[in-house]
């Protein structure tokens, strides 16, 4: 049975702090699909930390740039406007589905033209079948590349902040319209399934994001090394960290804390942190080899945050043996196990945080067991491969007409 051609789309390809989406297409290529990666823009040299990053900007179309050029613009729309009804269709949906107000429907034009450039390239290349990470304005410009082309198309929803403004983002008409949607938990399928209709349910599939584990190497959990990576704004709960880094600081005199990442509230957060000196410290952006070789001198991996999907950093350490510590919400719970795996305390508490970065540090041989069946839990439910393995089979069905098999089957 032939792969399906793929194009990938996202809004920002590829970055930094979307690794998962890199790693999912180089597996998809592995298992043979062939994939033409697309980016609404282009990437800032920020987030071209490795050998990864800079390879994949140098060979992913950028959608935004071929649109600013007269000539690519204007033939790609002519291309449709040879088949006036389903260009009609798709200028008609973009109208539809706009947010309200001018700015939305300015927006969702803009929208359209770019829906074009891409559609226009897809054909080009032979592209089969349409598939985006993040379901905001990269998917708006999917569904009406897909309604120009008739190339189908499906996504990936994360969350959570896409449920904030569902309406906005009129998941309901993309999920109408994609093929299927894989949705990254059983938390992220829930939320879905109370703006989409009961009659698509059905085509909403588990896929988790991914990661390799055998990229990372065990943690020794020999020191008082706690280590937090993502992005640095206040979705996070950066502040609740350091304050109870604070609390515990006369405590554990070695206590130390390595924030990877960038973003808005750094320079805020550095503020912050400066009375508490050499104890933390921002390293910024790092590669993916520069943050295993982080997790590697670890002892704890703390993720404070108030929103989430399922993190990709908490797989990521959970696979070099680090335990974590999380907070209760959303996905989470789907990944790490309470007191198996790691430890989950309420949101914004920062005592409760606290009491738990000093019970974690209280016993080394805790720490490796933790870290052990996280490992094991990641291997078994979040390898790369595997999860590749059954978005493939998900193309694969739907572009052969086929009943996707159920993800148990999978197993």
């Known amino acids: 049975m032939s792969l399906p051609k793929l194009a990938y789309l996202t809004g920002e390809y590829p970055r930094a702090s979307d690794t998962f989406i890199q790693r999912e297409v180089a597996a998809l290529r592995a298992l043979g699909h062939e994939v033409l990666t697309c980016s609404i823009r282009t990437t800032g040299d920020e987030h071209l930390v490795g050998p990864e990053q800079r390879e994949e900007h140098a060979r992913t179309f950028r959608v935004l740039d071929a649109a600013k050029n007269p000539f690519r613009l204007i033939k790609a729309h002519l291309r449709f406007m040879l088949r006036p009804g389903r260009y009609l269709s798709a200028l008609k949906l973009a109208w539809k589905t706009a947010p309200k107000g001018i700015k939305g429907r300015l927006y969702n034009l803009i929208y359209f033209a770019e829906a074009a450039v891409l559609a226009d390239r897809m054909k080009s290349q032979g592209v089969q079948h349409l598939h985006n990470h993040i379901a905001k304005a990269s998917c708006t410009v999917a569904m009406l590349a897909s309604e120009l082309s008739g190339i189908p198309y499906s996504f990936t929803i994360h969350g959570p902040d896409i449920f904030f403004e569902p309406g906005h983002w009129r998941i309901d008409e993309k999920t109408a319209r994609a093929t299927f949607v894989a949705c990254i ?207 493939s089979s998900l193309f694969t069905a739907y572009a052969n007409g086929e009943t996707p098999p159920k993800r148990e089957v999978l197993e």
């Not at 914004?348 to 052990?372: K, P």
């Open 185 to 391: 938990s059983d938390y992220c399928r829930s939320q879905l399934m109370c703006f989409a209709a009961t009659e698509h349910w059905d085509k909403l599939h588990i896929v988790h994001c991914g990661i390799e584990p055998e990229r990372y190497a065990t943690a020794q959990h020999k020191g008082q090394t706690l280590l937090f990576v993502g992005r640095l704004a206040g979705v996070k709960g950066v502040p609740v960290l350091l304050d109870a880094v604070a609390a515990l600081r006369e405590r554990f005199p070695h206590l130390r804390l390595a924030l990877i990442g960038d973003g808005p509230e750094r320079a805020a957060l550095e503020a912050r942190a400066e009375p508490l000196g050499e104890t933390v410290v921002f390293l910024g952006y790092q590669s993916q080899a520069e943050v295993a070789e982080a997790l590697s001198q670890s002892d704890l991996f703390v993720l404070p945050s108030f929103a989430e999907g399922v993190p990709v950093v908490l797989m990521e350490a959970m696979a070099a043996g680090v335990p974590v510590i999380a907070t209760q919400i959303a996905g989470i719970p789907e990944l790490v196990a309470q007191w198996e795996s790691g430890v989950l305390v309420p949101p914004g508490d920062v005592a409760a945080l606290a009491e738990a970065i000093e019970q974690m540090l209280a016993s080394a041989d805790q720490r490796r067991v933790m870290g052990a069946v996280g490992r094991a839990t990641v291997e078994a439910e979040f390898n790369i491969h595997t999860e590749a393995a059954r978005l």
